[in-house]
């Protein structure tokens, strides 16, 4: 093991449990880890500040390359985008705060109930929904969510509304027949819109290990993920995982949920990300 | 498979015998990252691997066994023993109702869980009732009171932006009113640095003095299982752990890291969204999950 001014295995170790501790998972550790014990033996680190700027250089690096962290938007017609992700995570709580801070921009929002399996689900988004100055359109109890959307999209398209945002029932990546009814609304939603869905964001929530891998891997199977909405990041987990999904799939997080009120969403700030693993 | 791994690892040490200081070492440098694998908290991996090394060094590896079958064995049976507990069941109480209150953080599972223990003493022939108490979150009284009509259990609820405090007492005295012997209390799901909601918890317990305080926790936490777990268990004194989503695929290394921080029992596992996916937790099972 190399030994630098003040940076030993005592060092290494220390940094090695500071990421492991922020959910950054085993292998993701290991290859920051090389990295600045590489950086020490070129030279580039001499002590514990450095050490840490290398390792938040690195990381920023390894977030910044991926996907556009932008809210894509459609060209003409309502954008449509379809938020995903496995059960309790912040799904429709998320999609409550993307309406507003939209409708603080001046446009016109639709929430489209398609989890129409979960008790109370379509209650809770049309409660939202008004809180938040957004229409709204549900189905019927353990009704067709791809109906829901299409009816959502029919319903935006007559009225003229800027976005539709597509609420999609909690489902683990490991049940097949739930992830192939996403394919579904998918496609239902592929068809109806020229681009669409023109988001797909899988919600995580911030405390979650690296089973968030195997989330990603079977949800981007099913459907094209654009980005990943890091919910919960005012609990005391750092979500450290997501630059591990950065470096597998180029996915960004755009949005992060700091709460549970309709204010309570940021856009993804990489730097403070870091700061949050190192306080 | 992970006795073939961990014998391919440890091909350099070819003696029989005992199994040596240097071999165990190796073997519990692999064991050690399934354990992180699994996210199971680095604190706890540690304590636990210095606990097996001490029980491994020296053990006289069987003649039919290899010494990577060995160490495994030894790990999972130290895993097993760690997570068993002998009356992990329901403490009920020798006056009804036995009440039992349900916490934890944000979406973890508590509304579901609260409804598939109803579920579950009505199938064991008790009277259960169910009190919805999360008056925060919009339509949680709409989400348990469709979940207690479904399984015909009564519901005592209150109105959103309520007071948890007083609608729990009001569940209690019709509890007793109406003979139901146990209440289900479902609160609303909280951050454990949320002094306020955690005050209001402390208050709910004075209020209700519970049997049972079950901490309902995602099974595919990760390292945050430990201050999670540490923070409730410090409010409250839990006395048990529901596991949910256990129908994943996630390792669920977060029951070694609750279990091993605040040393309550896995009551119960959550294994779907039905209210019939309730079991017991097995520690063997738990174990050999962990390990795969
Ligand atoms: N503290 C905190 N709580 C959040 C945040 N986002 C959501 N929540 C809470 O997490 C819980 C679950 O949120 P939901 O929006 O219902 O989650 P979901 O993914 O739609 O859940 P299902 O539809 O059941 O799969 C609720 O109590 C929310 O208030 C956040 O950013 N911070
Ligand atoms: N697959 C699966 N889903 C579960 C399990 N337990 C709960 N869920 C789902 O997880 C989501 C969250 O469950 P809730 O019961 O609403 O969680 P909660 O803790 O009450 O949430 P808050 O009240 O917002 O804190 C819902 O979609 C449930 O159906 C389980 O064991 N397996
Ligand atoms: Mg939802
Ligand atoms: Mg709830």
């Known amino acids: ?279 | 498979e992970l006795s073939e791994k961990l014998d391919a690892a440890l091909g350099k040490f070819r003696q029989r015998g005992v199994l040596t200081e240097p071999m165990v070492k190796e073997g519990l440098r692999e064991i050690r990252r399934i354990l992180l694998e699994a996210d199971v908290h680095f604190k706890v991996t540690r304590d636990f691997l210095n606990r097996v090394q001490e029980q491994a060094l020296g053990e006289d590896v069987l003649k039919s066994v290899s010494p990577g079958q060995q160490i495994v064995k030894i790990v999972h049976d130290e895993l097993a023993a760690l997570l068993g507990e002998e009356r992990a069941g329901i403490a009920w109480a020798s006056k009804p109702p036995t009440v039992i209150l349900v916490v934890g953080l944000q979406g973890s599972g508590k509304t579901t869980t609260a409804a598939k223990l109803a579920r579950r003493f009505v199938r064991d022939g008790r009277q259960p009732m169910l009190a919805a108490c999360d008056l925060q979150r919009p339509a949680a009284v709409d989400q348990l009171v469709t979940l207690a009509k479904r399984i015909k259990v009564p519901v005592h609820s209150g109105e959103t932006g309520g007071d948890p405090v007083a609608t729990a007492q009001e569940a209690l005295a019709q509890a007793e009113e109406q003979n139901r012997n146990v209440l289900i209390v479902d609160t609303a799901g909280r951050l454990q640095i949320d002094e306020p909601l955690m005050e209001e918890l402390r208050k709910l317990k004075s209020a209700l003095a519970p049997q049972e305080i079950l901490l309902v926790a995602d099974a595919m936490t990760g390292q945050e299982a430990v201050r999670i777990a540490q923070g409730f268990d410090d409010a409250l004194e839990i006395t048990g752990v529901a596991l949910t989503k256990m129908d994943g695929d996630a390792r669920g290394g977060a029951a070694l890291s609750i279990r091993g921080v605040t040393g309550r029992p896995i009551k119960f596992v959550g294994t779907g969204e039905g209210v019939d996916d309730l079991d017991l937790a097995d520690p063997e099972r738990l174990a050999g999950r962990i390990l795969q």
């Open chain 1, 1 to 279: 093991r190399v030994v630098v001014d003040g940076m030993d295995h005592e060092s290494l170790e220390s940094l090695e449990e500071k990421l492991l501790s922020a959910d950054f998972g085993v292998g993701a550790t290991l290859r920051l880890v090389d990295h600045v014990e590489e950086l020490t033996r070129r030279g580039k680190v001499r002590d514990q500040k450095g050490l840490r700027d290398g390792l938040a250089e690195e990381v920023e690096r390894l977030l910044g390359a991926t996907g556009s962290d932008e809210l894509a938007e459609a060209a003409e017609g309502p954008t449509v985008y379809l938020i995903v992700g496995v059960n309790g995570v912040g799904k429709t709580t998320s999609i409550a705060k993307l309406a507003w801070h939209l409708r603080q921009e001046g446009l016109t929002v639709l929430l489209a109930a398609a989890d129409t399996f979960r008790a109370g689900a379509t209650e809770q988004l049309r409660i939202w929904a008004d809180r938040v100055g957004a229409e709204f359109v549900g189905g019927q109890d353990r009704g067709d969510p791809a109906a829901v959307a299409f009816d959502a999209i029919d319903a935006a398209r007559a009225r003229g509304i800027d976005v539709v945002l597509v609420d999609t029932a909690g489902r683990l990546h490991t049940h097949r027949n739930l992830m192939e009814e996403l394919q579904k609304v998918d496609r239902v939603i592929r068809r109806k819109i020229e681009g669409g869905p023109h988001e797909t964001l899988i919600v995580l929530d911030a405390t979650v290990g690296q089973n968030a891998v195997s989330q990603v891997r079977s949800f981007r199977d099913a459907v094209e993920l654009t980005g990943i909405v890091l919910a919960k990041a005012d609990s005391t987990g750092r979500g450290g995982i997501v630059v591990a999904l950065a470096q597998e799939h180029g996915l960004p997080v755009k949005l992060v949920g700091t709460g549970e009120g309709m204010k309570d969403l940021e856009a993804f700030d990489p730097r403070a990300f870091v700061e949050g693993v190192f306080e």
